[in-house]
């Protein structure tokens, strides 16, 4: 008896209850039997396209390996199109069967034979249509979805986005909540991993409720840019005829400024290359300079802390306790923050940021493509305008978000500053000595000194204001 495949894929399962591909096996298995084959294996791809180019079918292509080994001598499916939807992997099954003649095969909807040439021909006529309906249906949702995006609707289907109901438009007051207190301590320089561990000790859910935070999740949320209520189109900020980007139907959790200094401080690997990435144990590490001028780190040695200069970049000769190292630069920043004047008010509430110069360059860059639109100037002239004009906004709106930042991450002072770094931790606080300190320099000790700690050998190179 002939033994067969039977291959069933559908492309969108929404409901996932696989009931589609299950109706296509039992029309299928019903016509082998008339046929009077063997059914011998299944094949299934659920929820995969067999027209997109960058789609692998695992079934598919473990069918073609059964049939090209004689596991199997043919197929059973409900329909072609099931099979195939372009030319290409049409023709590799072809192949098969040119090189198997007594292999078989049949369709429900319409028996096709692959080896003989009138099969063939119907079949390859039958999958060009398919694949030119796929094509159009294609063209159809991609231009509907960037119409949608252009007037700033919501995409349609997907996961609820983490900060809104199930509308994907209306705020979720409690969850937007845990997205704007991230982004404040994120722009006051604490690290992504220390938010997360402290959202999971608190016991805040995440988005699927059950898994823990995670910093690289946590990122792509805050820097999305859904979140300053801006539309996005395949992963990109969309920008308006005018220039400008254009703005969602639904309420945004972050305002503007904020969320652009979110985006330069997170996606800038010039600017801070480990920023969210590494959770310092140390409270100096990266801070202390070694007498021979390398990067000293902190490690765990005899049961008590220490910092340590490496052998491999440098000396590797000098170590330190961490614990009185710490405490005394700990006291160096504190009198230091406390000596500092707060800002008058006049100087504090003295607008710094750059809006109207923001609003004149984009409202340049409508007026060239105004212009372009009308005919009135040639594509080089403003392909080369608008390249020029761009990265002059650009650079405005990073001067802006550079500032926001600056304001936010500047450390306690007066008389708040100590009660500040009690309150604080490890991360926080080397967001405080970031914002403070340039480095601790470590100066190598004569063999005659004494064990006990000494300030002497140790000096702060502060930041200039």
């Known amino acids: 008896m002939t033994r067969v495949g039977i291959y069933s894929r559908i492309s969108f399962d929404d409901e996932n209850t696989g009931l589609g591909v299950q109706r296509q096996e039992e029309d299928a298995r019903a016509l082998a ?8 294996q299944v094949y299934v791809d659920s929820n995969l396209s067999a027209y997109k180019k960058s789609v692998v079918r695992p079934a598919w292509e473990q069918m073609l390996t059964d049939l090209k080994t004689g596991v199997i001598q043919g197929i059973a499916a ?4 099931r099979i195939a939807r372009r030319p290409h ?3 590799r099954l072809i192949d098969i069967y040119d090189a198997n003649p007594g292999y078989v095969f049949a369709t429900v909807s319409g028996e096709l034979n692959l080896a003989a040439p009138d099969g063939r021909l119907m079949a390859r006529i039958m999958v060009s249509f398919a694949s030119k309906s796929s094509s159009d249906t294609g063209r159809r949702v991609a231009r509907a979805q960037l119409q949608r995006a252009q007037q700033g609707g919501v995409s349609g289907g997907g996961r609820r986005p983490y900060g809104y109901q199930a509308d994907q438009i209306t705020i979720n007051p409690e969850q937007a909540a845990v997205i704007r207190e991230a982004a404040q301590r994120t722009l006051a320089g604490e690290s992504l991993m220390s938010i997360c561990r402290d959202f999971d000790a608190r016991g805040i859910p995440t988005a699927g409720n059950s898994e823990k935070w995670n910093r690289g999740v946590l990122k792509r949320m805050m820097t999305q840019p859904r979140m300053a209520g801006l539309r996005e189109y395949k992963g990109a900020l969309l920008l308006g005829d005018n220039g400008e980007p254009v703005k969602a139907v639904w309420e945004p959790i972050l305002d503007v400024e904020t969320w652009e200094a979110l985006v330069q401080m997170l996606t800038d690997k010039a600017r801070s290359p480990n920023h969210g990435r590494i959770d310092r144990k140390y409270l100096l590490s990266g801070f202390l300079r070694c007498h021979c001028g390398a990067k000293m780190f902190g490690a765990f040695s005899k049961g008590a802390p220490e910092y340590r200069c490496p052998s491999d970049r440098g000396c590797g000769n ?4 961490a614990l009185p190292l710490e405490a005394h630069v700990e006291e160096l920043v504190l009198r230091y923050l406390e000596r500092q004047d707060l800002k008058t008010s006049d100087e504090s509430t003295a607008p710094t940021d750059n809006d109207e110069e923001i609003s004149k360059a984009e409202q340049s860059l409508s007026k060239l493509i105004d212009e372009w639109s009308a005919g009135r100037i040639s594509d080089q002239m403003f392909f080369t305008a608008q390249a020029r004009k761009e990265a002059a906004l650009n650079a405005l709106k ?4 550079t500032e926001k930042r600056r304001r936010t991450m500047q450390a306690p002072v007066g008389a708040e500053a100590r009660e500040s770094w009690k309150a604080s931790n490890i991360s926080q606080r080397r967001a405080i000595l970031q914002d403070v300190i340039q480095a601790v320099r470590v100066f190598q000790k004569p063999t005659t000194a004494a064990k006990r ?12 204001d």
């Open 453 to 464: 700690f000494d300030g002497r050998y140790y000096e702060v190179i502060w930041r200039q």
């Open 33 to 40: 039997k008339r046929m009077g084959w063997q059914v011998a």
């Open 398 to 401: 990073g001067q802006r978000a």
């Open 78 to 81: 409900y329909d072609i199109d």
């Open 318 to 321: 000098t170590v330190r306790k």
């Open 89 to 91: 992997d049409l023709e």
